[in-house]
């Protein structure tokens, strides 16, 4: 089993432009996320996809992999299944958010083990709810776990509702999950995906994952401990930088 990962790296973003090239103690963020990737026992290449020269330029001069891709791309998946029809010779690929620099390793590993089951098409992870705070916090989405481990669906939303208890104490009554931004996909399941339109359900939630859903695809989960911390803004950066780098 072969196994890429493929980490998006778009130049523009709304809320914090040129996200990939800003400095964190002393090396670029997408250089840091490349670096914690490459650490997965598991992964047997590592490339950036992106839609920029100076992103383009700057991978090249730490000795990274890159590959140019269309601006035009709705989604990280999306460009990945690009990089797919460029790159031959893998069986799995691991769509890695641009943004976490401080991704372990060893996450990657346990979504790939996902694969070693026959029928997973479809992976991604889940972290366990610890505070109201999470659970009520609509940038954190939820998701619905089956028996078996397969997400039956994401929300932006606390779910499942419990009726006639307090909110402040669902968490004493039933295991909640937030989901963590990284998928694995089986590559001709990524090629497929890549082609679905938008779904009624993705555009309401804004969840890319419920078009997979909603078109009859399942989706495999494994439970993580690790607690990700993304950086989206300047604000979570200098947060970031205080927790992790301060000296």
């Not at 990274?64 to 601006?71: C, E, F, H, S, Y």
């Not at 999306?78 to 690929?93: K, M, Q, S, T, W």
């Not at 060893?106 to 089951?117: G, K, P, R, V």
Request: aromatic share 8%.
């Amino acid at each position: 089993m072969k196994v890429i990962g493929i980490i998006p790296a778009r130049y523009a973003s709304t809320r914090f432009p040129a996200k990939p090239l800003i400095d964190i103690a002393g090396q670029t963020m997408i250089q840091r996320v490349y670096n914690q990737v490459k650490q997965a026992s598991k992964i047997n290449e590592v490339i950036i996809a992106t839609d920029d020269q100076r992103i383009y330029d700057h991978v090249l001069s730490f000795g990274g992999r890159v590959i140019m891709t269309d601006k035009n791309h709705q989604s990280g998946t999306d460009r990945c299944a690009e990089v797919l029809e460029n790159i031959h010779g893998f069986d799995i690929a691991i769509n890695i958010q641009g943004d976490e620099p401080l991704i372990d390793p060893e996450q990657i590993d346990l979504l790939i083990s996902c694969f070693e089951t026959p029928g997973t098409d479809i992976a991604t992870l889940v972290r366990k709810v610890e505070t109201n705070e999470e659970l009520f916090n609509e940038n954190k989405p939820k998701v619905v776990l089956s028996s078996s481990g397969k997400a039956i669906y994401f929300s932006r939303q606390a779910i499942p509702f419990q009726r006639e208890v307090e909110a402040d104490k669902w968490l004493e009554n039933q295991t909640y999950f937030n989901h963590i931004g990284i998928y694995g996909f089986r590559v001709n399941t990524l090629k497929e995906v890549s082609k679905l339109p938008l779904s009624n359900l993705e555009q309401t939630e804004a969840l890319e994952q419920l078009r997979w859903i909603d078109n009859g695809y399942t989706i495999q989960t494994a439970i993580s401990n690790h607690n990700n911390e993304a950086i989206d803004t300047p604000e979570d950066l200098a947060y970031i930088l205080e927790k992790y780098f301060a000296k």
